[in-house]
Each structure stands twice: as C-alpha cells, then as structure tokens.
T-cell receptor, first 111, second 116 residues
Framework: AQSVAQPEDQVNVAEGNPLTVKCTYS??????LFWYVQYPNRGLQFLLK??????LVKGSYGFEAEFNKSQTSFHLKKPSALVSDSALYFC?????????FGKGNQVVVIP | GAGVSQSPSNKVTEKGKDVELRCDPISGHTALYWYRQSLGQGLEFLIY????????KSGLPSDRFSAERTGGSVSTLTIQRTQQEDSAVYLC??????????????FGSGTQLSVL
C-alpha cells in the first residue's frame, strides 16, 4: 500500500531561517506526491505536487519540495520562514484513487 | 459554491446518540471524500464517492458509520450510536476529476465532533 512518513512531530525555526519539513514515501510504481498545509481552524490547502519531470517542484507561498528517488524522500522547503508559516503540514501520496496522508508536522516559526 | 462547505462546524453529542454531518462540495466536482482527523493521528480516509459509481467504503471504521451522496452533490456522513472514540474533526474534500488524474483536493473547514 502507498504510504508516507513524517518523522518529526514539531519543527521549530526562527523567522528568516530556512525551513525544512521531512517526508519519506513507500510506493509501488511511480509516486505522485503532495504537500498540504492546515492553518488554525481551517481546512487543508494544497501547496504543491510532484507527478513527473523536474525533481524540484515550486508551489504556493514560496514553498518548494525536492523529490529524491534514491532516498525515497519529498522534503518541503522554504528558504526564509515567516511567522505566518506556522501551521500543520501534511505530506500525502496518491494511490487507489485516494490520498494517503502522513500524521502531519507542526511548524512553529519563532519571531 | 465558492468552496467546500461543511455543517455544523461544531457538534457536541452524548454517547449513544446518532449524528449527521453534511458536506456541500464545490459545484461540478465529481469526486468527494470524507477523512477523519484525530489528534496525533493524521488524516484517516473514510469513504470516497466518484460520480455515479459505487462508493469506496473501505475506510469506514465500523458499521456504525455510513455515508451517502444524493444527486452527485451534497453528502451526509452518519454516525450511529456514537462512542467517545469517534470524537475528531471530520473533513470533507472534493476534486473536479478523480484523483487518478492527480487532481488536487479542496477541503472544507471540517466538523469538530465531541462525544461526551
């Protein structure tokens, strides 16, 4: 079965510093990978997806993610974190007409 | 509508009661999903509707859970004889086409269910 793992529960980063949220995947066949963000009291919002092509995918709000086949990873990155980036981030993989989500990472950006 | 709408936003109920949660997807979206979000558990797939096809109910945790989608639009998730472990945020999402085409999902704000 398709699955993703997000090994960290919480990521703390100072405002202006680079932000990385880790995700590894386990799939049979080609992976279709997604990142979603959930702001407090809001539904999940799509950030970006990797289907095929360039390993570096750019998305909303200045986020990007790098697909690494050899490490089976799809880490989310932002060069300079903002306080407003504080939220819950979910990695997901497409399989059997549904998205399988990781448990999520709470990101706290410290002013 | 402009987005996926869910109601109620909060529901407090007593153990053993039945509850109904409603989802109004984006107009024209053929695929509709229900997920459950529990603290520290991530998002758990519950059920998937695609057009007029039979729904994929493989994620429903027990026979107390059921869902329907009338007229290919509004969906209702029903939980019978609620238990305390049913307490969670229930999220609905829709997409224009099936996820097999790698469409993104649009999520509602969820219903926070608390079973006392």
């Amino acid at each position: 079965a398709q699955s993703v793992a997000q090994p960290e529960d919480q990521v703390n980063v100072a405002e202006g510093n680079p932000l990385t949220v880790k995700c590894t995947y386990s799939v049979s066949g080609n992976p279709y990978l997604f990142w979603y963000v959930q702001y407090p009291n809001r539904g999940l919002q799509f950030l970006l997806k990797y289907i095929t092509g360039d390993n570096l995918v750019k998305g909303s709000y200045g986020f990007e993610a790098e697909f690494n086949k050899s490490q089976t990873s799809f880490h989310l990155k932002k060069p300079s974190a903002l306080v407003s980036d504080s939220a819950l981030y979910f990695c997901a993989v497409n399989g059997n007409n549904r998205l399988a989500f990781g448990k999520g990472n709470q990101v706290v950006v410290i002013p | 509508g402009a987005g996926v709408s869910q109601s109620p936003s909060n529901k407090v109920t007593e153990k053993g009661k039945d509850v109904e949660l409603r989802c109004d997807p984006i107009s024209g979206h053929t695929a509709l999903y229900w997920y459950r979000q529990s603290l520290g558990q991530g998002l758990e797939f519950l059920i998937y509707f695609q057009g007029n096809s039979a729904p994929d109910k493989s994620g429903l945790p027990s026979d107390r859970f059921s869902a329907e989608r009338t007229g290919g639009s509004v969906s209702t998730l029903t939980i019978q004889r609620t238990q305390q472990e049913d307490s969670a945020v229930y999220l609905c999402a829709s997409s224009l086409n099936p996820l097999a085409t790698n469409e993104k999902l649009f999520f509602g704000s969820g219903t926070q269910l608390s079973v006392l």
